[in-house]
């Protein structure tokens, strides 16, 4: 097996696994999840079609804001893990935080009661929105989180990949 290899970049510490894993750990500061959303939007531009590529995208960029606003608490002090391994014929995400964790089981299902869902948010004191983890789900495979609730592991297969010409 090939040794892990470090790297730092803009702030940034960049660990490349000899068993193929790729993990990005970044201060939980919001400009870094610009930084994480173009890092892994530059590996998920060479591998993936267009189609794949902004659903990944968009599910990675999704489940990176909920870690650094609802998991790390917006706490600058604590950190954002961001792992990416390529399988034949599946790609998948690992994204941690550092904060006390959730039970995704009792995120409410925005397309069962819409109406409600949205008073809900709104009594509640939340920002309009709340169907980014629905949305992830639609978009991947697998959405699996750790029993505290702080890890979510993503997959998806691969129906289009580049071919490498």
């Not at 470090?6 to 990005?24: A, Q």
Request: aromatic residues 8%.
């Amino acid at each position: 097996m090939t040794e892990d290899r470090v790297e730092k970049l803009d702030g940034m510490e960049i660990v490349t696994r000899g068993d193929g894993w790729v993990e990005l750990v970044a201060p939980n500061q919001v400009e870094f999840l610009d930084k994480i959303e173009r890092l892994f939007g530059r590996l998920v531009d060479a591998e993936f079609e267009e189609g794949e590529r902004d659903e990944l995208r968009y599910a990675l960029n999704e489940i990176c804001q909920n870690a650094w606003e609802w998991g790390n608490r917006k706490d600058e002090g604590r950190k954002i893990r961001v792992s990416y391994c390529l399988f034949a014929g599946e790609v998948v995400f690992k994204i941690e935080d550092e904060g006390a964790g959730f039970d995704p089981g009792k995120v409410p299902n925005p397309s069962e009661n819409l109406r409600g869902f949205l008073v809900d948010r709104a009594a509640a004191g939340k920002r309009p929105g709340g169907f980014g983890l629905h949305m992830v789900k639609k978009i991947m495979n697998q959405v699996v989180f750790n029993e505290k609730g702080n890890i979510v592991i993503l997959s998806k297969e691969l129906k289009r990949r580049r071919s490498s010409s």
